[in-house]
């Protein structure tokens, strides 16, 4: 099959009546108190028939990274168009990080940003996987999105991303106005690991390592990977989960740390820092059916004693990646436009 033809067959089912979905999707899915979207389900059944096929073989890096590719093709949304789209590669502090800017119409001069790292346990997808969501959310909230890449790992171990991540960060802090942002609104945000990144640079910018004196005005974290190992009650019940179960956490940890010092560190587990005090604005949201779903609520309620701002939403009837299943998902599409219509209100405010 082609590639558009793949395309419109995996987003098809939208068009459906909610009834016919639900008799496709079969028995519902119900887990921890919540209900699956049966669009959703419809997916989580091949997953889960694909893993049972695969007989607990371990995937390679290479499938995994193709595999990501080809999810984004077949059930993102179609980007928006913008005023302008612009590859560049920034350089800062020794590293090269490349970087998409993404400015809708209707942002003039000095307009906020919103830096975003994109999801995949550190060891796939890139700048290419984030083309619809971030296109929705510059339109719908009304900022530039600057989508950064960085290091992968088995290539590239922990802590190559944190570094670019980081260095992605001061760039824009020093060289914002280049680009047409202001750099004393530089919003930070991610899916999955890309929440951990977003996670990293708001505590790292809190203590001001860059040396900028600049600190994100918010960070902005989706499904957030925020504990190196598993530790919650939720990698057990979502153990069989998918687009991600607890197996695949584990495959994602054991290429992406060192040892286990390593993944045991405080640079490892952002969402174990202990001096929270003075970290920007949160809004934290994890999906119903994911392993990382508890250490996401634990976080925010960890930020909100210090004495942060915190906007929690769980969206309990999606599983994990479904900012990247906007153009299949119904469900998932409303979510991202939630998420952006929260940046505008917030961006409004200031």
Known sequence: ?????????????????????????GAPVFMDGRTLDPTFQIFWNQ????????????????????????GTVL???????????EDRTI?????????????????????????????GGFVI???????????????DAGCVVVSAGYRLAPEHKFPAALDDADAAFKWLAINGAE????????????????GFLAAHVSQSANKDKSGTGKKPICQLLVYPWLIANGETKSYE???????????????FGALCFEDDATSKSPEANPGK??????????????????????????????????????????????????MGMAGALPAARTAVDEISAELRQFLAEL
């Open 125 to 139: 997808g890139g700048i290419d996987c984030t083309d619809g969501a971030a296109t929705l959310m510059a339109e």
């Open 237 to 251: 019940t979502f153990t069989d989960a998918y687009p991600l179960g607890s197996g695949l956490m584990a495959w």
């Open 179 to 194: 680009i047409g942002i202001d750099p004393d609104k530089i919003m930070v945000g991610g899916e999955s690991a890309g």
């Open 75 to 85: 059930l993102a949304n179609t980007p928006r168009p913008m005023a302008k789209t």
């Open 273 to 322: 820092a202990e001096n929270l005090e003075g970290l920007p604005r949160a809004f934290i949201h994890p999906a119903g059916f994911d392993p990382l779903t508890d250490e996401a609520e634990d976080y925010a309620k960890k930020l909100e004693a210090a004495g942060v701002k915190v906007t929690f939403k769980r969206f309990d009837n999606l599983a994990h990646s479904f």
């Open 47 to 70: 997953g889960q028939a694909q893993a049972l096929a695969a007989g607990g073989q371990a995937p390679t890096v290479e499938a995994m990274r193709a595999g990501i590719q080809l």
């Open 1 to 25: 099959m082609t590639g558009g033809f793949q395309r419109l067959m995996a987003q098809s089912f939208k068009y459906l009546p909610g009834g016919v979905r639900s008799k496709i999707a």
């Open 91 to 119: 350089e800062q502090d020794g590293l090269e990080v490349p970087i998409r800017i993404f400015t809708p119409r209707g942002v003039g001069s000095n307009a906020p940003v919103l830096l975003w790292f994109h999801q």
